[in-house]
């Protein structure tokens, strides 16, 4: 990329009018700025290097013995010596980068053809999938970097056979705590900043993205055997049958999640129906961008109570702390503060937490959807103090007896201390809210699951 002159690198000098404003560098790349080609290289190569300063006194390097053939970005009758930094020269002079520059300075149509590829890729890794493209330009060559999914070629299932599979799911051995988790680290994989992840393609299953130590990589070994046998029993059905319905693992994890939030939400004695809609596929691993999944393994996800400790902590530097990253989280999936507020509080009651500890389960009933995490976090009776030799947890003592009721991190106390959350947690706590809590957590819940479904957002 370095190496375009229409690229990043400009012949032209820095004007130097009454409105100027320089970084003290003055450097010519190209005797030709405006045309397309590897003179830049060219020149790399061609001549010997000298260090000068700039008239502002910055180091750069000069062309030695070089003839003045750069015009000047102003002065049409002045000429100058080609120049360059020290990042340009390291193109030459490193090991690995050189190797790179000489073969395309040798093979120019090579040169133009990588130029091209990574400035499409510089100028739309944001936008997501190629189902998100609009107009007739759209390419037909497929990147690793779209996270590409396979077509679907056979039929979504049907509402009737969405309930036979909620209950197969149910009565699958897997627990409330195990569906709901599994669920969210599927979809809360999507980054709304590049369109990517998310919980259609069920990378989750793949690697690296099962080796992530929030997605629980032992456990993910005895749960996907278990969808996938749901899936083949299914399928199975339906190929004798003779119908063309089919359903995947993606969706599978899905519906698990919605299934025993439906189920929770029961037993708290609030008959409701979680949003479902069919129609994900299944990546395989070579739809994985596997060097990019393994750069953004998370660190922290306030959601799960997830939180990488780092090694050396510099005390004075509150944005280490967990409750920091989990505004960064929940931007990534779009999320508003009241829907921030409702999912961290209905997770923590369905035991959907790192390792499925206690930290944050504020409730005598885990796997029930109640409003307990908020009526506890609240409740005055409780005197909080920091654990021992523990920076980010608390225990939490019932004051008259002294006993040990809670435990919890800097997320859970962050909702009852900072005070546009508080008035949040305030109204999830009241005695009537228990309706409006379950309903709130499925709409946010629906959201999440949903964020990367752009085949139905952009539909052709």
């Known amino acids: 990329m370095q190496g375009g002159t229409l690229g990043w690198r400009f012949s032209y000098k820095t004007g130097k009018g009454p409105d100027t404003f320089i970084s003290g560098f003055e450097v010519t790349w190209s005797s030709t700025p405006t045309k397309f080609g590897i003179q830049y290289l060219n020149f790399l190569f061609k001549y010997e290097w000298e260090l000068e300063k700039s008239p502002a006194g910055k180091y750069q390097w000069v062309a030695k013995d070089a003839p003045e053939i750069i015009p000047d970005a102003h002065d049409p009758n002045k000429k100058h010596k080609p120049r360059m930094l020290t990042a340009d020269l390291a193109l030459r002079f490193d090991p690995v980068y050189s190797k790179i520059a000489k073969r395309f300075l040798e093979n120019p149509k090579e040169f133009e053809r990588a130029f091209a590829v990574a400035w499409f890729k ?47 799911l149910l009565e699958s051995g897997l627990n409330i705590s195990q569906l709901v988790y599994t669920a969210w680290s ?39 055997p278990v969808y996938e046998q749901i899936q083949k029993e299914f399928n199975e059905e339906q190929k004798k049958k003779g119908s063309n319905k089919r359903i995947s693992i993606a969706d599978l994890i899905i ?21 479902f809609i069919p129609g994900r596929v299944d990546a395989t691993e070579e739809h994985i961008d596997v060097e990019f999944y393994k750069e953004i393994e ?6 799960r109570n997830y939180f990488k400790y780092p090694e050396k902590i510099d005390e004075s530097d509150v ?9 960064d989280k929940a931007q990534l999936l779009k999320l508003t503060v009241p829907e921030t507020v409702v999912l961290i509080g209905g997770l923590r009651v369905l035991g959907a937490t790192y390792k499925y500890n206690n930290y944050g389960v504020f409730t005598e009933n885990p796997g029930v959807l109640t409003n307990d995490f908020f009526v506890n ?10 654990a021992d030799n523990y ?33 949040i947690a305030e109204v999830y706590a009241a005695d009537d809210a228990k309706e409006k809590f379950v309903n709130d957590f ?15 957002k952009f539909k052709r």
């Open 122 to 168: 510089l100028t739309h890794r944001d936008m997501g999938p190629k189902t998100c493209y609009v107009g007739p330009y759209i390419p037909k060559e497929e990147f690793i970097w779209q996270d590409p999914l396979p077509e679907r070629d056979y039929e979504i299932v049907e509402e009737k056979d969405i309930e036979i599979l909620k209950k197969r």
């Open 186 to 224: 599927s979809a809360a994989s999507y980054r709304d900043s590049d369109r990517r992840g998310g919980a259609n393609g069920a990378r989750i299953r793949l690697y690296p993205i099962n080796q992530w130590e929030v997605n629980h990589p032992e456990d993910l070994q005895k749960i996907i």
């Open 255 to 275: 519906l698990g999640g919605c299934a025993a939030i439906e189920s929770a939400a029961k037993k708290a004695g609030v008959e409701v129906k979680v949003p």
């Open 298 to 303: 998370p660190f922290a996800d306030g959601f």
């Open 319 to 327: 944005y280490t702390t967990p409750e920091y990253y989990l505004v």
């Open 377 to 386: 976090l609240l409740d005055m009776g409780i005197e909080w103090m920091q």
């Open 391 to 423: 920076r980010y947890l608390f225990k939490g003592y019932d004051r008259k007896s002294g006993n040990l009721k809670w435990t919890a991190t800097r997320v859970d106390l962050i909702l009852g201390h900072h005070d546009e959350l508080r008035t």
């Open 442 to 456: 499925i709409k946010a819940w629906d959201k999440v699951m949903n964020l990367d479904r752009f085949d139905l």
